[in-house]
């Protein structure tokens, strides 16, 4: 077993002026229909939202740096919650195929006014 780990940090500001700008784009790129939902309804708190799962995903392809390319789409890693509100990560797709590989994934997020970090840890088995 061995534990790789990923972190990001992003500015709030940069991800509203990135979804105020391209608008549907931007959304469409990065983000799944799941996440583009639970954002939106967290009206007060929308672009801290986005910009969290921003810089989980960030942090979940530094996690698996190690493993993969970079040529990986966005979609590929999906932040829900559990009915709790805990963060969980989702893999999709081509990644789908590295959950017979890990034991388990955890998830941080926290966003403060400006500023929205994200911390992963995965259990590789």
């Known amino acids: 077993m061995r534990v790789t780990t990923g972190v990001d940090?992003?500015?709030?500001?940069?991800?509203?002026?990135?979804i105020n700008e391209h608008k549907d784009l931007f959304l469409q790129k990065?983000?799944?229909?799941s996440e583009i939902e639970y954002c939106k309804c967290a009206k007060a708190h929308m672009y801290e939202s986005f910009a969290v799962?921003?810089?989980?995903?960030?942090?979940?392809f530094k996690a698996?740096?190690?493993e993969i390319n970079h040529n990986i789409d966005w979609k590929y890693i999906e932040i829900l919650n559990e009915k709790t509100g805990r963060p969980i990560v989702n893999l999709k797709d081509k990644l789908a195929e590295y959950n017979k590989d890990i034991e388990n994934i955890d998830i941080s997020l926290?966003?403060?006014?400006?500023?929205?970090?994200?911390s992963v840890a995965i259990l590789w088995k």
């Not at 990065?30 to 229909?33: A, I, L, P, S």
């Not at 926290?110 to 994200?118: G, L, T």
């Open 9 to 18: 940090i992003v500015e709030v500001n940069r991800i509203k002026l990135l």
């Open 30 to 33: 990065v983000f799944t229909e």
């Open 53 to 60: 799962r921003f810089a989980a995903k960030e942090a979940v």
């Open 64 to 66: 698996f740096n190690v």
């Open 110 to 118: 926290s966003h403060e006014k400006e500023m929205a970090i994200a």
